[in-house]
Nanobody, 124 residues
Framework: QVQLMESGGGLVQAGGSLRLSCAASGSTISAYAVGWFRQAPGKEREFVAGITRSGGTSSYADSVKGRFTISRDNAKNTVYLLMNKLKPEDTADYHC?????????????????WGQGTQVTVSS
């Protein structure tokens, strides 16, 4: 089972950018489809972005489309989430998740491995 660790979160002003990293260990990330999810206080965990095992296909929640970009570097065993034009409503705890499959899912219940999360706070 792959272990995941997120990094790159922090405090940023609205309109700013952050790049989150999801580093894998214990197994090669190239065998897994990966998703990014976020959870704000009092809200359910929601899908943000996903990428297939090969990196050939990605998908985004409507709320982040055009602002966020998911990518992966299988040689570095890492998946990234570049977040531009951040808004206060993007404030949440961000988690990456992996599933041993070619395609990702928007349902968090379909992922078997999760990282601890990294906090993103966007000030207005």
């Amino acid at each position: 089972q792959v272990q995941l660790m997120e990094s790159g979160g922090g405090l940023v002003q609205a309109g700013g950018s952050l790049r989150l990293s999801c580093a894998a260990s214990g197994s090669t990330i190239s065998a897994y489809a990966v998703g990014w999810f976020r959870q704000a206080p009092g809200k359910e965990r929601e899908f943000v972005a996903g990428i297939t095992r090969s990196g050939g296909t990605s998908s985004y929640a409507d709320s982040v489309k055009g602002r966020f970009t998911i990518s992966r570097d299988n040689a570095k065993n890492t998946v990234y989430l570049l977040m531009n034009k951040l808004k206060p409503e993007d404030t949440a705890d961000y988690h990456c998740a992996a599933r041993l499959a070619f395609v990702f899912s928007t349902d968090p219940g379909n992922f078997g491995s999760w990282g601890q999360g990294t906090q993103v706070t966007v000030s207005s």
